[in-house]
DNA sequence: CCAGACGTTGTT
DNA sequence: GTCTGG
DNA sequence: CCAGACGTTGTT
DNA sequence: GTCTGG
């Protein structure tokens, strides 16, 4: 599955990098920090496709969808929708037809066995170039009564997992092909065509610190593994550039 | 017909 | 155990 | 996803 | 909104 996720490019390499023709708002240059250890219940970069427009946005959105016919807000709201049922159940059919979008992510944490019967290891999964990549997700707009406010939210894709991800967990997240980012927002009605596993070979993986398990604890640190040169000496994470 | 759920994950 | 907050 | 709280009363 | 269970 995917419970958390870096965001810790600037909005622009996120957006730009990831698919091109961007709309050139204001979203692109607002000061929102980098994120090392994102969480549901929190905004994150979101790129979307104007229906009528065809432009591309980069937006923040709220982790944990909220379909719009809720009267409240669902405790939890769903983070992850399966690839294998998102285009039949009613709660996730009609964003997977009309609402899909892409999470840019410099990678994401699963969690596998730890030493203990009961306890579990954080690790982090990113490309071994260190470059971002977008993870298939829908999105949902909902009206909150207590508020009036409308609220944006969306939930990741999940696929089973491929040979790398198989060895510590069953499922990760959908992450698209780059060539597939414009049929994925596009008006396809259900591009099923796109959901499944990525392969392994681009992909590279290593146990982190417990310190991920803390959210407070949204520190650089983090990331260094993703920074080319930077893994130096951090034990098991020989082989990552 | 109305009422109530609508999801995933991991763990036992 | 279960819910909330991040 | 994990971490951390999980409560009431009366008084300011 | 739409489906399931009673």
Redesign the pocket.
Known sequence: ?C??VIQSSSPKLLGLGIVGGLADHDTLRSNVPPRFNA????DLWVIRRHPTTGEHSLDLLRWGLIPS??KDR?????????AE??AA????RHAYAKRRCIVPVDGFFE?GPGQGA?T?Q?YAVAMKEGTPFGLGAIWENWRDPASGEWIRTFAVI?TPANGLIAAI???MPLILDPSDYGQWLGDEPDPRDLLRPFPVEPMTLWPVS?RV????NDDPHLAEPLTSGSAAGKGPDEGFP
Do not use: D, Y
Request: aromatic content about 8%; glycine content about 6%; charged content about 20%.
């Open positions: 599955m419970g958390r969480a549901p219940g929190q016919w809720c669902p405790a939890p709201p769903p983070i992850n929708a399966r049922m998102v159940r009613p709660m996730f969690w009961r579990r954080p999940t967990h069953e499922r417990l398990n803390s959210v407070k």
